[in-house]
């Protein structure tokens, strides 16, 4: 697998971590996609650009798994990140600190990070283009008319 | 009796537009109800405005707070940067009036920033809306775990419940853009609240997501159409 680099599509998505589930939205497809466990884990350190090895990497000092046994695994949810264009390809600095996971949990079990999406949730966010968007007012002003 | 809650938290400099906007209402039978929500500097409303004090607890809990202690069958919302149309009141009450089976008459709003304002729209605000105190009943309150979004999620749960809604063409309410709104540069975060509450609803069989609606979601939420059009305010 080549070891492509990947960050966040921001700012196209928003997220929110909550106790146990991170929820991402891409503000263009209006889609809800919720992540647990690992998935919350590897989403966040992609907030700044990551490769799958490096994602491994981090993922075995939290999880019961070596950075081996995490890649292959890593794999079909980038893809899935990748299609719902959640994030993007970018080109990789040159020398990076390794990425590390808050806290000091350690031995949780691995479980492989999926991906749930909710699309029947479109349609707020299709009607409802961001109100503060700029200074100009929401959506962008077509132009002041004296009254 | 129509009950208006008004929530503050540090009313500031806009409080008493918003107080003029109400005693501009032509509509007589009506209680205010102004909840400070732990402000530093309490606001002294005028006599006319009953003031309840309770300890910092977030817009949502105000609102709450207000519903329960008013006693009108109608209930209306403004927030204290906000104003409201002239007849706002008689034109929603008249419509629910007319129409029994209503829960909510809803008018139109308009967005005032320094002296420019919008084009007439619809959006899930509760300021341009008058509630029957039995969507309440059916529905629950504003929910205090929310700390943003919570009037977006309250028309969602109205919509999940084929509570009737009234459009009405007229504008009821004028959104003030500020420098300290609560909700600037909020909205995207307040989506994904409001968006999370609906799919707790439905992992917890609340909501069956496959069910058929009473009404079409995007016309219950809003209508955007005028809200990019914009010319100088007159208050005249």
Request: glycine fraction near 8%; hydrophobic fraction near 40%.
């Amino acid at each position: 697998m080549p070891d492509d680099c990947y960050r966040i599509n921001t700012p196209s998505v928003v997220y929110e971590r909550f106790d146990n589930e991170l929820v991402a939205i891409h503000m263009g497809t209006g889609v809800y996609h919720s992540m647990v466990g690992v998935a919350t884990d590897a989403f966040v350190l992609l907030s700044e650009e990551a490769t799958a090895s490096e994602l491994a990497d981090a993922l075995a000092i939290k999880y019961a798994a070596t950075s081996g046994e995490i890649l292959p695994q890593l794999a079909p949810f980038l893809e899935q990140l990748q299609n719902e264009q959640l994030i993007v390809p970018v080109e990789a600095r040159g020398s990076r600190n390794p990425l590390r996971i808050p806290g000091d949990e350690r031995g949780i079990t691995f479980v492989a990070p999926n991906l749930e999406a909710f699309r029947d949730l479109e349609g707020l966010l299709l009607l409802d283009p961001i109100h503060e968007v700029d200074e100009e007012g929401w959506p962008p002003s077509a132009g002041v008319a004296k009254a | 009796m129509i009950s208006i809650v008004i929530p503050a938290y540090n009313a500031g400099e806009f409080l008493d537009a918003a107080l003029e906007s109400i005693q501009a209402q032509e509509f007589a039978d009506r209680e205010v109800l102004l909840v400070d929500d732990g402000s530093p500097v309490p606001p002294e409303p005028p006599a006319w405005v009953r003031c309840i004090r309770q300890p910092h607890q977030g817009a949502p809990a105000a609102y709450n707070r207000g519903i329960r202690e008013s006693r009108g069958e109608f209930l209306a919302f403004l927030n204290v940067d906000d104003l409201w149309a002239p007849g706002h009141l008689t034109r929603l009450h008249t419509t629910l009036l007319a129409n029994p089976e209503a829960g909510i008459a809803q008018g139109r709003m308009r967005q005032l920033s320094g002296d420019r304002i919008s084009g007439a729209y619809r959006m899930p605000y509760i300021q341009s809306c008058m509630f029957r105190r039995k969507v309440f009943e059916i529905c629950g309150g504003l929910d205090e775990t929310m700390p943003l979004g919570e009037d977006y999620d309250l028309m969602y749960r109205c919509w999940e419940k084929d509570i009737l809604k009234i459009n009405v063409d007229e504008v009821s309410f004028i959104y003030r853009r500020h420098a300290s709104n609560i909700s600037r540069g909020n909205n995207q975060r307040s989506h994904i609240f409001v968006m999370k509450r609906r799919v707790d609803r439905i992992r917890s069989g609340q909501v069956d997501p496959a069910e058929l609606r009473r009404f079409p979601f995007e016309d219950y939420m809003g209508d955007p159409e005028g809200a990019s059009q914009w010319t100088l305010w007159s208050a005249s």
